[in-house]
């Protein structure tokens, strides 16, 4: 008789989020999935693969917004409470054995910190504290004590720019599965605890995420020794989290979380490679040539390089910014370089316009000249709304994320207007509008972003990154971060002795959590 699959659920919220952003994230912005249709979203649980036949899947709801403001106590409420509700349904058919976690580990909510390990404690309350929680992150979230210590199993992902998104997810489950039917290695050896052993060592490092790519040095050496560690005997997962900075919470920093059966070797892993971040505190840099925009500017306009990219990185709404800072647009279309139709072309990616906006565009059509004001709708500290006169160069419906797109040509700038906001990552997300970056007559392309995006980096014959003003401020001094612990580098460059960066051994979540929070 084979044995019984376990029952795995699938429960969480993700959302990169801003303390410093005017804007707010509601409900509706994560898109819940619910049911089956969550077993739907991710291609290793879809019917018929190895994972799927490997337990017995039920989703409860899960849900994803784009980076943003903080989210509503309400939204978090309402969310919470369906997620609960849905659990609970579950747990009365079933029993419950595991839960995948899936969360983005930077999600502020109003008047709570820690807003995931929040969420856990009362999933908890639900499942249960002996069901077996794997949680998978991006690397930019933060790891709480709290959060290790209500998780069984914790990765995250290991590149950035992400390309390892799905596979972390399926490391998560497949740890989880893994952990569940058996041992790893084949037998147990007596005394072998139930769960994991979990050694977690903060690290009072807070950069943002355009000074510690993977592609370079020295996160690229950092996390290149992750499958070292991972692989000493005794040694189940291995995590390294930057941290996310555009948020002013105690929980704010980077962090190692280090999974296995061996304590000496799970705290000796997790030693080193804490030891190795610190190590290389100073040594992290922009991944790019940076400078102010106008520096920007005139390196672009005097370079051959063509495409030249630009980063507007200051309202980069992929790492929580409002994306609507008209800063940057009002500072281009000053510019007597892009007055003409005939000067150097520009692409300018991207701001939210609203509806009334798009509307003058669709009702007046592709060629017309017409007069909009877009822009500030949410964050309007930097600069207000700007009023533009332009040709109308095209129009497109149905975009999951803008709605509807207009691009506006004044001068020689081609301005793209959403209807809502949205990243501009892809190629065909220009091709699709009638511009081609990779044509000679788009010669500067201004992109709301910090570093590029795989295809933009691709792209790109160069490019710059613009430490703009806006809700994710590259320069994380001048925003004026008032609650995380310090001393933090880079807000305290000097400090009187190192720090510990001795592992902190995690109880079980059934277990409590003692001392004071560090």
Excluded at 165 to 181: D, P, Q, W, Y
Excluded at 200 to 207: E, H, K, Q
Excluded at 245 to 271: I, N
Aim: charged share 25%.
């Amino acid at each position: 008789m084979s044995p019984k699959k376990p029952v795995i659920v699938v429960a969480g919220l993700g959302c990169e989020t801003s303390s410093f952003s005017p804007s707010r994230t509601q409900a509706a912005a994560f898109h819940p999935k619910r049911g089956h249709e969550i077993l739907k979203a991710y291609p290793f649980l879809c019917e018929g693969t190895e994972l799927e036949d490997a337990a017995d899947w039920h989703g409860a709801l899960i849900g994803h917004a784009l980076p943003g403001g903080i989210v509503t106590k309400p939204a978090f409420e309402e969310l919470t409470l369906e997620i609960l509700q849905r659990l609970q349904q579950i747990k009365d058919v079933t029993r419950i054995d595991g839960m995948w976690f899936d969360i983005h580990g930077a999600m502020c909510v109003e008047s709570l910190d820690d807003s995931e390990a929040e969420l856990l404690r009362r999933i908890r309350t639900v499942i249960g504290p002996n069901v077996t929680v794997s949680a998978s992150m991006d690397l930019h979230g933060n790891v709480s004590r709290e959060l290790c210590h209500q998780t069984d199993l914790i990765t995250v992902y290991r590149t950035a720019p992400h390309v390892d998104v799905m596979a972390t997810k399926e490391r998560a489950c497949r740890n989880l599965v893994t952990l569940l039917t058996r041992r790893p290695g084949g037998s147990t050896p007596a005394g072998t605890p139930t769960l994991p052993l979990k050694a977690w060592v903060p690290i009072p490092i807070l950069l943002p995420g355009e000074q510690t790519s993977t592609r370079m040095e020295p996160a690229k050496h950092i996390y290149a020794a992750v499958p070292d560690v991972e692989a000493m005997p005794g040694v189940f997962d291995v995590g390294v989290w930057v941290g996310y900075a555009w948020a002013d919470e105690p929980r704010d920093r980077a962090a190692v979380v280090v999974t296995g059966w061996d304590q000496r070797a799970v705290a000796q892993g997790a030693e080193k490679l804490a030891q190795m971040f610190w190590d290389a505190h100073r040594d992290f840099e922009f991944v790019a040539p940076n400078g102010s925009l106008e520096e920007c500017l005139e390196v672009a306009l005097a370079s051959n390089a063509r495409p030249y990219f630009i980063s507007d990185s200051g309202d980069n709404l992929t790492a929580g910014g409002s994306g609507d800072v008209t800063w940057t647009l009002k500072r281009l279309l000053a510019r007597p370089e892009f007055e003409h139709s005939s000067h150097t072309r520009v692409i300018y990616a991207s701001i939210p316009a609203g509806p009334k906006a798009i509307r003058i565009a669709v009702e007046a059509g592709i060629g017309a000249t017409i007069t909009v004001t877009v822009g500030a709708e949410v964050d309007n500290k930097h600069a207000g709304p700007i009023t533009m006169t332009g040709h109308v160069h095209a129009i497109k419906h149905g975009d999951p994320h803008a709605i509807t797109e207009v691009v506006l040509r004044t001068g020689s700038i081609f301005v793209i207007l959403t209807q809502m906001r949205k990243p501009y990552h892809h190629e065909k997300d220009f091709t699709d509008l009638d511009l081609d970056p990779r044509q000679a007559r788009s010669d500067i392309v201004v992109v709301k972003i910090g570093y590029l995006e795989p295809e933009l980096y691709d792209m790109a014959a160069d490019w710059m990154l613009a430490l703009t003003p806006g809700g994710v401020d590259q320069h994380l001094v001048r925003l004026g971060h008032r609650r995380i612990r310090r001393p933090m580098w880079p807000f305290d460059e000097t400090r009187e002795k190192p720090p510990d960066l001795r592992a902190r051994m995690i109880p079980l979540s059934s277990e409590p959590l003692m001392g004071p929070d560090e």
